[in-house]
C-alpha cells in the first residue's frame, strides 16, 4: 500500500528467501526431532509451551509431506494463473483460463496427495491447510442444516424487496469524511492506533508484522458508504484479533491463527456489532455529525438501509442473509473439482446452475459469475468456507456472551465495546494458534459448531425488518 | 516514518534475529571455506563474481575475529547509552553522559583490538568498520594539508560576515509548497519516484530496502527553506546511488558502499550541484512560482544568500567552507580518546579549546559543543571522517568531469542533470562495493585523495562572493 509502484518484484524476491530460509529452518531434523521429543510430555493445553510444542510438531510434521518445490510450483503458477484470470474477466472470456485452473487443480491435487487425509476426502488436507483440523464432513454437516434455511429466507426477503429503501447509503459521502469516521468507530471498537493504521487500498486486508505492528486498508467509495465503513469494522475486528495476542505467545510460533477464527472475530465485528440497533443507536447521531445531509433521515431509516438483504451476483457485495449461499456454491464445487467429480469446463454451467437454484438469479455473464473472486487463479481451494464457519461461530459466541453478561449491549448505545472487546480477547484473540477451531467452540459454548444460533439471529431480526 | 508509533520494540526484536540469523549463516565453516577457495583463483578486478568473493571473504576473515557476544554488548550499551545522551543534552549536564561514553569507548577498544590494525593504530580499526581499507594516517595526511586553509578561510568570511545577506531564506516557506518544490527537484537530478518516495522526519535519511526501494525522507522548517533543499538534495544524492546499482550485483552481498563512498554522491549533489549558481539558474525561477514573495529577489541574491558560510556551533548546520573544521575535531579527538590518549573528562574543555582554535568561537554550553551529537552515544566512531572525505572527493570528481564533459555543467542551467548523474552511475554508482575509496579515486582521477581540488573550488567561489 506504502511501498512505490515499482517495488514490487524485488519484495518479491526478499519475501521468497525468507520464505525459503523459513522452510529450511523449521524443517529441519533438528527442530524436528527436539519437537518430537518434547510432543506428548505434557497435556495438551498444561501450558502454554505445551501448545506451542503441539502445533508446531504438527506443522513440522505436515511440512516435511511435501516435495520440496511443490510450494514454489503452485505459486508461480498461481502468478501465472493470476494474471490470465485478470485478463479473463476483463474480456469476459472463461476460455482464457481455464487451462490455468485445469494446471493450478492438478497442483492442488498433488499438494492434498502429499498431505494426505484419514478420511480419504483430498479436499480435507486443503481445508486443513488454511484452518488446521477443518473436514469436508464437520463443515457439509452444519451447512447442510443451514442452506434450505438460508434459501428460504433469501426468498423471503426478495418477494419483499421494496420494504426496505436503501438509497440513503447511496448519496455523496466525502471520502475523507468517510476516513475520519472509520477511524473514530476502529479506535471506538479497540483497535489500538498507536499500534496500528487505516490507509486505503483497492480492496480491503490487513497485515500483522507483530502483535505491535499491525495495519488496516479499506477501500472507499464516495457513493455508497457502506462499502468503507463494512471494511473498516471488518478490519478492525482483525486488527484488534491480532493486536490482542498473549505476551506470552509473542514470537511462539503460534502467534496466527487459522481462517475460521480470524474470520470469527472479523464477522463479530462487522456484522453482530456493526449492523446492530444498538451500535446505529450511539453512532447515527456521529453519522449525522460527520454528513450533515443525513439530518433528514432517522435512526430507523439508517438502520433499516443498513440491513436491506437481497440476491444479489457478486460475494463481496453480498448481504448477512444471502452471503451464506455464495459460500455453498464454492465449497460444493471446490469439493467436486478437487475430487474429479468435476470437470473444469463444466464450472461455469454448474455455477449458474446453483446460483439459480440457491438466489434465485443467474449471473448474465461469467465475469458476474464464476470469474468473479481471485482465489481460484493463486491456488485459494479450501478458503472460502472459513468466512462462513467464523460468521457462524460469531452467533453463537454473541449467544454466549449475551447470556452471561446481558448488560453488555446496553454498552454499546453509549459507544462503549470495552466490556465486548474485553470478552473476546479473553476468549478467543489472547491464545493465538493455542487451539483449534472445534477447540475454541467447545471451550466456549460445551458445544460443537452450530448453525442455530445464527439462524435464530436471521429469522428473528429480518423478520422484523421485513415483516414476515 | 510510516511505522506505529508503539512498534518499535517488536521491529527492534525483528531486526535482531534477523542481523542474529545473517552473522550465524554467514561467518559459518561452509561459507568460509567457499570463499577462501575461490578467493585469489581470478585476479581482483577481472569480474564482478570476482570481486564479491574478494570482498566477501574479507568480510567473513573480519566478522569471524569479533568474539561472539560484543555487537550486542555495543548494541545494547548503545540503547542505555543514547538515552543518557538524550537526558545529558536536554540538561544541558555532561557528567549523566560521561560513564555511558567511557563504557562505550572501553567496548570500542575492544572491538577495535579485536579486529586488529596493520599499523597499530586501534583507531584504523574502527574506520574500516565504517569504510574498508580506511586508516588514520590516509585521512591525517589530507587533513593536514586542509585545516590551515579552512581556518584561514573561515577567518576570511568571518571578517566579511556583512558582505553577504540570507535573510530571504528565512521568510515564511509553507511546507506543503517546500515538498512539491523538493520533489520536482530530486525527480529531476535523477531520483526514481517509482522506486522510491519522499516523507517527513525529526532527521533526514535514506533507507535502501533494495535497488528498486530506495526511501528519502526530509525534515522540514517553515521559516528556513535551506534546511529542506538542503536536506532533499543530500538524500536525493544518497538515493540516486542507491537505485543505480548494477543489476549483476543485485543481491550479491556487495550491494551497499562504505560511507565515505556514499557521502561523495549526496555531497556531490548537496554542494558541488546544489550550491552552484547553474543549479539555481534554473530553479531559482521555479522557486518564485513556488514562493511568489521571491518575485522582489533576483537570482544572485538567492545564490549569495544559499551560500553564506560563517563560524557557528552546530556540525548540521555548517556551510561549505566551516564544516569540514567541524570533522577535523572529532576526528582528532576520536583517535586521542580511542588511543587512551585522552580521558573522557577532558573531553568538554578539549572540545572547547580546538572550537576556538579552529572556528573562533566558542560554545557557551555543552550542550551547544561536545554534546551536540548522537554518533558517540551509540558506538558511532570512525563515522565523522568519511562525511568530509566524501565532500573531498566529491571536488576531485567536480574537475574530473568538467575536464572531460565541459558542457555539462550548461545542462545544468536548462535543469537538465542526466549527463551529470549518467556520469556518476557510470564512473561509482553502479559499483556497488566493488571498490574501495582510495580505488574508487585512482580509477577516476588516476590519483589519489588530494584537497587541492576542494580547496581551489572553496577559494575561487568564496572569494568571488566575499571578496577577497
Same mark, same amino acid.
Given at each position: 500500500?506504502?511501498?512505490?509502484?515499482?517495488?514490487?518484484?524485488?519484495?518479491?524476491?526478499?519475501?521468497?528467501?525468507?520464505?525459503?530460509?523459513?522452510?529450511?529452518?523449521?524443517?529441519?531434523?533438528?527442530?524436528?526431532?527436539?519437537?518430537?521429543?518434547?510432543?506428548?510430555?505434557?497435556?495438551?493445553?498444561?501450558?502454554?509451551?505445551?501448545?506451542?510444542?503441539?502445533?508446531?510438531?504438527?506443522?513440522?510434521?505436515q511440512m516435511r509431506r511435501l516435495p520440496p518445490?511443490?510450494?514454489?510450483?503452485?505459486?508461480?503458477?498461481?502468478?501465472?494463473?493470476?494474471?490470465?484470470?485478470?485478463?479473463?474477466?476483463?474480456?469476459?472470456?472463461?476460455?482464457?483460463?481455464?487451462?490455468?485452473?485445469?494446471?493450478?487443480?492438478?497442483?492442488?491435487?498433488?499438494?492434498?496427495?502429499?498431505?494426505?487425509?484419514?478420511?480419504?476426502?483430498?479436499?480435507?488436507?486443503?481445508?486443513?491447510?488454511?484452518?488446521?483440523?477443518?473436514?469436508?464432513?464437520?463443515?457439509?454437516?452444519?451447512?447442510?442444516? =443451514?442452506? %434450505?434455511? !438460508?434459501?428460504?429466507?433469501?426468498?423471503?426477503?426478495?418477494?419483499? *424487496?421494496? +420494504?426496505?429503501?436503501? &438509497?440513503?447509503?447511496?448519496?455523496?459521502?466525502?471520502?475523507?469524511?468517510?476516513?475520519?469516521?472509520?477511524?473514530?468507530?476502529?479506535?471506538?471498537?479497540?483497535?489500538?492506533?498507536?499500534?496500528?493504521?487505516?490507509?486505503?487500498?483497492?480492496?480491503?486486508?490487513?497485515?500483522?508484522?507483530?502483535?505491535?505492528?499491525?495495519?488496516?486498508?479499506?477501500?472507499?467509495?464516495?457513493?455508497?458508504?457502506?462499502?468503507?465503513?463494512?471494511?473498516?469494522?471488518?478490519?478492525?475486528?482483525?486488527?484488534?484479533?491480532?493486536?490482542? =495476542?498473549? %505476551?506470552? !505467545?509473542?514470537?511462539?510460533?503460534?502467534?496466527?491463527?487459522?481462517? *475460521?477464527? +480470524?474470520?470469527?472475530? &472479523?464477522?463479530?465485528?462487522?456484522?453482530?456489532?456493526?449492523?446492530?440497533?444498538?451500535?446505529?443507536?450511539y453512532f447515527f447521531p456521529r453519522a449525522q455529525?460527520?454528513?450533515?445531509?443525513?439530518?433528514?433521515?432517522?435512526?430507523?431509516?439508517?438502520?433499516?438501509?443498513?440491513?436491506?438483504?437481497?440476491?444479489?451476483?457478486?460475494?463481496?457485495?453480498?448481504?448477512?442473509?444471502?452471503?451464506?449461499?455464495?459460500?455453498?456454491?464454492?465449497?460444493?464445487?471446490?469439493?467436486?473439482?478437487?475430487?474429479?467429480?468435476?470437470?473444469?469446463?463444466?464450472?461455469?454451467?454448474?455455477?449458474?446452475?446453483?446460483?439459480?437454484?440457491?438466489?434465485?438469479?443467474?449471473?448474465?455473464?461469467?465475469?458476474?459469475?464464476?470469474?468473479?473472486?481471485?482465489?481460484?487463479?493463486?491456488?485459494?481451494?479450501?478458503?472460502?468456507?472459513?468466512?462462513?464457519?467464523?460468521?457462524?461461530?460469531?452467533?453463537?459466541?454473541?449467544?454466549?456472551?449475551?447470556?452471561?453478561?446481558?448488560?453488555?449491549?446496553?454498552?454499546?448505545?453509549?459507544?462503549?465495546?470495552?466490556?465486548?472487546?474485553?470478552?473476546?480477547?479473553?476468549?478467543?484473540?489472547?491464545?493465538?494458534?493455542?487451539?483449534?477451531?472445534?477447540?475454541?467452540?467447545?471451550?466456549?459454548?460445551?458445544?460443537?459448531?452450530?448453525?442455530?444460533?445464527?439462524?435464530?439471529?436471521?429469522?428473528?431480526?429480518?423478520?422484523?425488518?421485513?415483516?414476515?
Amino acid at each position: 500500500v506504502i511501498m512505490p509502484q515499482g517495488s514490487a518484484q524485488g519484495r518479491a524476491n526478499q519475501l521468497a528467501t525468507l520464505a525459503g530460509l523459513e522452510f529450511e529452518l523449521f524443517t529441519s531434523e533438528e527442530i524436528g526431532a527436539l519437537l518430537q521429543d518434547l510432543n506428548g510430555v505434557y497435556g495438551d493445553y498444561d501450558s502454554d509451551e505445551a501448545s506451542i510444542v503441539r502445533v508446531l510438531w504438527r506443522e513440522w510434521e505436515q511440512m516435511r509431506r511435501l516435495p520440496p518445490d511443490l510450494t514454489s510450483r503452485i505459486q508461480e503458477a498461481g502468478s501465472v494463473g493470476r494474471q490470465a484470470w485478470v485478463r479473463a474477466r476483463e474480456t469476459n472470456d472463461f476460455a482464457l483460463f481455464k487451462p490455468h485452473l485445469e494446471k493450478m487443480i492438478d497442483l492442488q491435487v498433488e499438494l492434498a496427495e502429499a498431505i494426505g487425509s484419514a478420511s480419504g476426502n483430498r479436499y480435507d488436507a486443503l481445508l486443513h491447510n488454511f484452518e488446521p483440523g477443518l473436514t469436508f464432513a464437520y463443515i457439509d454437516s452444519v451447512f447442510r442444516e =443451514l442452506k %434450505p434455511e !438460508l434459501i428460504a429466507l433469501t426468498r423471503a426477503v426478495a418477494e419483499r *424487496a421494496d +420494504a426496505v429503501d436503501d &438509497s440513503v447509503l447511496k448519496r455523496h459521502y466525502p471520502e475523507v469524511d468517510q476516513l475520519r469516521f472509520g477511524e473514530e468507530i476502529a479506535a471506538a471498537l479497540g483497535y489500538d492506533f498507536q499500534r496500528g493504521r487505516l490507509d486505503l487500498s483497492p480492496t480491503a486486508f490487513t497485515s500483522a508484522f507483530h502483535k505491535d505492528d499491525v495495519r488496516i486498508t479499506t477501500r472507499i467509495n464516495a457513493d455508497n458508504v457502506l462499502v468503507a465503513l463494512g471494511g473498516i469494522i471488518h478490519e478492525a475486528g482483525h486488527g484488534i484479533h491480532r493486536q490482542s =495476542l498473549s %505476551p506470552s !505467545l509473542y514470537r511462539s510460533g503460534i502467534d496466527g491463527t487459522g481462517l *475460521a477464527i +480470524a474470520e470469527t472475530l &472479523s464477522r463479530y465485528y462487522e456484522n453482530v456489532i456493526g449492523l446492530s440497533y444498538e451500535f446505529w443507536t450511539y453512532f447515527f447521531p456521529r453519522a449525522q455529525a460527520y454528513f450533515p445531509h443525513l439530518a433528514d433521515t432517522d435512526l430507523i431509516t439508517w438502520y433499516r438501509a443498513f440491513n436491506k438483504a437481497q440476491p444479489s451476483l457478486i460475494r463481496t457485495d453480498a448481504d448477512e442473509v444471502t452471503y451464506g449461499l455464495h459460500i455453498m456454491i464454492r465449497f460444493e464445487l471446490e469439493n467436486e473439482l478437487i475430487n474429479g467429480r468435476m470437470r473444469v469446463d463444466e464450472l461455469p454451467a454448474a455455477w449458474n446452475a446453483r446460483m439459480e437454484t440457491y438466489l434465485g438469479i443467474v449471473p448474465p455473464t461469467d465475469r458476474e459469475g464464476v470469474l468473479q473472486d481471485t482465489h481460484w487463479s493463486q491456488g485459494g481451494f479450501g478458503y472460502f468456507p472459513d468466512y462462513l464457519l467464523g460468521t457462524i461461530f460469531a452467533s453463537q459466541l454473541d449467544e454466549q456472551i449475551s447470556a452471561q453478561q446481558p448488560d453488555i449491549k446496553e454498552d454499546w448505545t453509549r459507544g462503549d465495546f470495552a466490556g465486548t472487546t474485553g470478552a473476546l480477547v479473553e476468549r478467543i484473540m489472547q491464545h493465538g494458534g493455542k487451539y483449534t477451531f472445534g477447540e475454541l467452540i467447545r471451550r466456549n459454548t460445551g458445544e460443537d459448531l452450530s448453525a442455530e444460533p445464527y439462524l435464530r439471529h436471521l429469522k428473528t431480526k429480518y423478520g422484523a425488518i421485513y415483516e414476515f
